[in-house]
Each structure stands twice: as structure tokens, then as C-alpha cells.
């Protein structure tokens, strides 16, 4: 989460609200789980992934989550 954090206090107010738009959230539901350390789900981890250019990583967010495996079948196909 920290990363998430760090990267969101990156960015301008109106750079944050886009952010989580693009996200399919909101900003405040964002800081939310980033202050109770609640866990996102998996769909959302990866919009962030995608949506922050790979700066926040699934991995990062949801460490107990087997990526690696899903990333392997993705490139086995």
C-alpha cells in the first residue's frame, strides 16, 4: 500500500480524481483502504497496475495473490 500511497501523493488533486476514474473508484475509497490497509480486490489491483503505467504493482497491493502463475498461463497461450 505504501507504494500506492507514495505514488498518489504524486500526483495533483485533479490528477488523483482522473486517476481513480480511470480506475473505476473514487479517491476517497482509495485513501480509505490505503489508511486501514484493507485489501483490494484483484480486478482493482490490476486497473491501478495498468492505469498508474506499472508504477503500482499487483504484486505490491495484493502480495498474497499468485500473479506470477496467472502471468505465466497469460504467456503460455
Given at each position: 500500500?505504501?507504494?500506492?500511497?507514495?505514488?498518489?501523493n504524486?500526483?495533483?488533486?485533479?490528477?488523483?480524481a482522473?486517476?481513480?476514474?480511470?480506475?473505476?473508484t473514487?479517491?476517497?475509497?482509495?485513501?480509505?483502504?490505503?489508511?486501514?490497509?484493507?485489501?483490494?480486490?484483484?480486478?482493482?489491483?490490476?486497473?491501478?497496475?495498468?492505469?498508474?503505467?506499472?508504477?503500482?504493482?499487483?504484486?505490491?497491493?495484493?502480495?498474497?495473490?499468485?500473479?506470477?502463475?496467472?502471468?505465466?498461463?497469460?504467456?503460455?497461450?
Amino acid at each position: 500500500m505504501e507504494t500506492l500511497r507514495a505514488y498518489m501523493n504524486g500526483l495533483t488533486v485533479d490528477q488523483q480524481a482522473d486517476f481513480a476514474r480511470r480506475c473505476r473508484t473514487s479517491v476517497g475509497y482509495l485513501r480509505k483502504v490505503i489508511s486501514a490497509k484493507t485489501k483490494l480486490g484483484e480486478s482493482l489491483c490490476i486497473a491501478i497496475d495498468r492505469e498508474s503505467g506499472g508504477v503500482v504493482r499487483v504484486e505490491d497491493l495484493r502480495p498474497d495473490v499468485d500473479w506470477a502463475y496467472l502471468k505465466k498461463r497469460r504467456n503460455a497461450a
